[in-house]
């Protein structure tokens, strides 16, 4: 199994399921829809307010059948950090934070940084492509930052396969941020 410790770095997990929908998420004044994917069901979102004084949301969709793989979680909160870094900044210090915990584990990791555009967001994507050497177990994991409305929206994808990598990555891709 992947070590736990490279799992959490990446997610929270949850574990109560609901069906699959158009989903609506509200970022101060911006919607966020997005279709589940085929197969794939949404945990609950847990709103809080505690961390650090602000009030987040966080919401994880999974395969039923794979609970630590084939994931798509994300958070919004203040965007302190991208404020005092820039977006740019933020994410190459997280892409260096990433690759240097890889080598820590002892894992071989191909991670590098894009920038893309969904539905007239701009966002930095951390990619990843892992590979245990000691049991030969694959994984890729993309974290997508991005402010919109005066937040930090990042969303992380963690897979095992193609298909499903697919499936997850095109539902962000297809997202829509609709703004009043």
Known sequence: MINRKIFFAFTFVF???????????????TLWEFE??????????????????DSAFFL?????????????????????NLKSMTAG????????SMKNNFRNENLEADVYLD??????????????????PHNEERFMASVYIAEIDDREFNLMILYDNDEDGFALENALLNSKFIQP
């Not at 994931?71 to 919004?76: A, G, K, Y």
């Not at 920038?115 to 245990?132: A, C, M, R």
């Open 60 to 80: 994880e969709v999974s395969k039923p059948n794979s609970p630590e793989m084939n994931i798509m979680s994300v958070t919004t909160y203040s965007n302190f």
């Open 89 to 96: 900044v933020y994410a190459n210090s997280l892409l260096n």
């Open 15 to 29: 574990s109560c399921f609901q069906t699959f929908s158009q989903e609506k998420f509200e970022i101060n004044s």
């Open 115 to 132: 920038k893309i555009e969904i539905d007239g967001v701009s966002f930095f994507v951390i990619h990843s492509d892992v590979l245990d």
């Open 36 to 53: 589940l994917p085929e197969n794939f069901v949404r945990n609950d979102v847990v709103e809080s307010s505690e961390f650090e004084g």
